[in-house]
Every structure is written in C-alpha cells, then in structure tokens.
C-alpha cells in the first residue's frame, strides 16, 4: 500500500516539490502516511483508499510547511549569508493554501463513505 501512495504523492505533489527524492525521500513520506492513516477511513473507502490517504497525506506535508506560529507567520524568506530571516504577517492565512488537497480529499470520503448506525453494548 505504502509505495502506491508514494507514487500517487510524487505525482499530485510535484507542483509543491513532493516529487524531490532527495528533499522528500520515501522513509519520510512513508512517515506522513503513518500520520495520515490514523485519520483517514480507510476500511470504508474501498478502491480509492489509497488516493484518499495520499491526498490527506500531501495535504499534512504542506501544512506541515506553511504552519502559523502564534507569535507571527512562517518562514518567508531565509538568508544564510549575515543571517536574514523574514516571516510572513501574523494572522495570514497560511492554511488555505493546503485547500487544493484537503479539498479533493474531502470529496473523496464524502461521495465513498456513509454514516453507519451506532450500535450500543450490542442491542
């Protein structure tokens, strides 16, 4: 399962960078698919289980990227020469940007999966 999913990351991702072996190797990736299936309804999905989790995986690698501190923003820019760092505006919405995986990701557990009844102490 885990090597269809990098795959299918590598291959969404690639505008995002996700496709770059050497910044994103496998282990690493394979270390946000664990993350994401912990969340991901996976036995309910069927067949499209697999793009489901790498959509909600990519989604949490880019968010992972763009998070907002509660002091300020994420890192903007960075300069190693005589040491410049410059941080996006607290308050941005940094988070909209991981919409166009989260997006598909929630239409495809929205048109696969179902509200099952609750069952209580088996009655």
Not at 2 to 16: C, E, L, P, Q
Not at 41 to 70: C, E, F, I, K, N
Request: glycine share 8%; proline share 2%.
């Amino acid at each position: 399962m885990s090597a269809a999913i990098v795959s299918i990351i590598r291959r969404i991702g690639a505008a995002d960078g996700f496709n770059d072996v050497t910044a994103y190797p496998d282990l690493t990736i394979e270390e946000w698919i664990t993350d994401a299936l912990q969340d991901v309804p996976v036995a309910r999905l069927g067949v499209r289980a697999d793009r489901a989790v790498a959509y909600y995986t990519a989604h949490l690698m880019l968010q992972s990227g763009s998070s907002v501190s509660s002091t300020g923003g994420g890192v903007k820019r960075q300069k190693a020469g005589d040491v410049e760092i410059e941080y996006h505006a607290a308050g941005s919405n940094m988070l909209a940007i991981s919409d166009k995986y989260y997006e598909t990701y929630l239409q495809l557990i929205k048109t696969n999966t179902r509200m099952s009844p609750i069952v209580l102490n088996g009655l």
